[in-house]
C-alpha cells in the first residue's frame, strides 16, 4: 500500500537554485525549475513521510502539508540541510547548487566605468559531500545532470560523494533536464546496480526514486 509506504519516515529534499550574489541588485544562477524537487516532496507526502523542503526561489507552489524553508544562496542552503539532517532518515538533493560563487559582494551596484570586469569566483560548499562524509545511517540520493560522459561522471559522485543512490540525467536528451515537465534517467546503486527508465514525467520519476528508496529502506531494517 503505497500511501504508508513512507509513513514514520522523514525525507528531506532540496529543490531548485541558488542564487550567488554579486551587487545589490545582480546574483549569478541557472535554469533550475525546481519542479523535480517539488515533485519529489508531493510524492514523499502522498506516501505518508514528514517532509522538509529546502527549496531556491522558484515559481512553484509548495505542495500541501511539507514544512517549505526558502533559501537563496548555496550557503544558506548548506546551513539549512546541516539544521535538518540529523533528524532525517532520507535526504535527497534535487537542488541545481551553485559550484561557484563571486568572491566579493559589492555592497552597491556595480558601475559600468570600465569596458571590461572581470570577476573573480570561488567554490561553494559541497552539500552533499559534507552530507557522505557525516551521515550515520540516512539514505543519500543525489542527481547527476550531465552533458557529457553521463553515467562514468555520475558512478563517479555516487562514489565521491558516499551515496546511496544518484539519478543519472542527460541534459542534452530531448525531454530531460531544467525547466520541462519529463525526465530521462538512469539510476546508479554502489553494487554497480542500474536501472535504466524511459522518458517519464517528472511527478512519475519521483515515484520511481521512491520506490528505490522504500526498497533501500526496507533492507536496511532488515539488517
Ligand atoms: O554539481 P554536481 O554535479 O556535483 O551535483 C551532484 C549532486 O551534488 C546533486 O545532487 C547536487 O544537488 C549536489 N550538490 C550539492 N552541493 C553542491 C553541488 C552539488 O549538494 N555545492
Known sequence: NRQDELSGIHVLVTAGPTREPLDAVRFLSNYSSGKM????????????????????????????????????????????????????????????????????????????ESADLLLELERTPDILAYLGQNKSNQILVGFAAETEDLLVNAREKLARKNLDMIVANDLTEEGAGFDVDTNVATILFPEGEAVELPRLTKKELAGVILDQVAKLLRRTKED
Request: hydrophobic residues 45%; charged residues 25%; glycine residues 6%.
Open 37 to 112: 524537487g517539488y515533485a519529489l516532496a508531493e510524492e514523499a507526502k502522498e506516501r505518508g513521510a514528514r517532509v522538509t523542503l529546502i527549496s531556491g526561489p522558484t515559481k512553484l507552489e509548495p505542495p500541501q502539508g511539507v514544512n517549505l524553508i526558502s533559501v537563496q544562496t548555496a550557503e544558506e542552503m548548506f546551513n539549512a540541510v546541516k539544521e535538518n539532517f540529523a533528524a532525517a532518515d532520507v535526504v535527497i538533493k534535487a537542488a541545481a547548487v551553485a559550484d561557484f560563487r563571486p568572491r566579493w559582494v559589492t555592497s552597491g551596484k556595480i558601475k559600468k
